[in-house]
């Protein structure tokens, strides 16, 4: 049985004044995201600034977001890192949070090959029980899960049951589909792709718009499934120039401007991440007040 299908929001975690993680914030983050149809929450992830997390921060995320979800909405729990022993002891400490899953992203700049990789999950795996979502995004890692070796985690290692594939590349996530034959659940990883991976056979996506317009980003996935492709494909291609003002710069810099304009959050950032660029945030105002968003 999946973890979740639909939208699955890659949450911003949000800051105060000085930097420190607000908790409370997070937590109406949570309900803001259960009341508007979100179908999962990955908390701490990319979008979350986990990298520049303390263990004990992002474990603490964790804690306060499966709390506050309190099994009305599937947590799921980055816990990915290019040392497979602090990826262990991340996910050990997301297991016992009682997270729904975790979401481990392929081991960065150190990188490794593919037997390494499979080296690396299968480790972790063991030592907990929770499912894993394997988290493929070469552009950031400079390492690509091929499809034979995400094929073969998933029928050799038992609880890698899915992947969000953020390779950008169709033609891959059509070879991995044709592989698995159904044996990982796939999820897009770039928000301008859900449709056309959805098509492929993919069961919804893990979304950094889906922090700013989460009942679209739920009803493009919903429509899709229904039948109803046309609505789907019109909820897609309205999305095509937020996604691109969302990533004018390096995310999660412009979804954490817009949930500031929002008043979700107050925008902040952490180095080396920087407050947008002016002209960038004048164009990402611009097309959020093209597409409908209110502020």
């Given amino acids: 049985m999946a973890i979740f299908k639909g939208s699955g929001v890659a949450l911003v975690t949000p800051f105060k004044e000085g930097l420190e993680v607000d908790f409370e914030k997070l937590r109406e983050l949570v309900d803001f995201h259960v009341e508007h149809k979100t179908d999962a929450i990955i908390v701490c992830g990319t979008s979350g600034e986990s990298a520049t997390m303390t263990v004990e921060e992002h474990m603490e995320c964790i804690a306060v977001v499966t709390e506050q979800a309190n099994g009305r909405i599937p947590v799921i729990a980055g816990t990915g890192s290019n040392d497979t022993q602090t990826a262990i002891e991340l996910s050990v400490e997301a297991d016992r949070c009682g997270v729904n899953g975790l979401l481990m992203v392929t081991p960065y700049y150190n990188k490794c090959t593919q037997n390494g990789l499979f080296q690396h999950y299968e480790k972790v795996a063991s030592q907990v029980d929770s499912p894993i979502i394997l988290y493929n995004v070469p552009s950031r890692t400079g390492v690509n899960i091929l499809p034979a070796t995400a094929v073969k985690m998933a029928k050799e290692i038992e609880n890698v049951v899915a992947i969000k594939e953020a390779s950008g590349n169709i033609s891959q996530v059509a070879e991995l589909a044709h592989l698995a034959n159904g044996c990982i659940d796939i999820y897009s ?107």
């Fill in 189 to 295: 990883g770039n928000d301008d792709q859900i449709l056309p991976l959805m098509s492929l056979g993919g069961i919804g996506v893990i979304s950094v718009t889906a922090n700013i317009i989460p009942d679209d980003t739920h009803d493009l996935c919903e429509k899709f499934f229904q039948g109803d492709i046309e609505g789907s494909r019109a909820l897609q291609l309205k999305a095509i120039d937020l996604c691109k003002a969302l990533f004018c710069e390096v995310n999660p810099i412009p979804v954490k401007k817009a949930t500031q304009l929002m008043g979700l959050t107050n925008g902040k950032v952490r180095l080396p991440l920087t407050e947008m660029e002016p002209e960038h945030a004048a164009f990402l105002e611009k097309t959020m007040k093209e597409y409908g968003i209110e502020f």
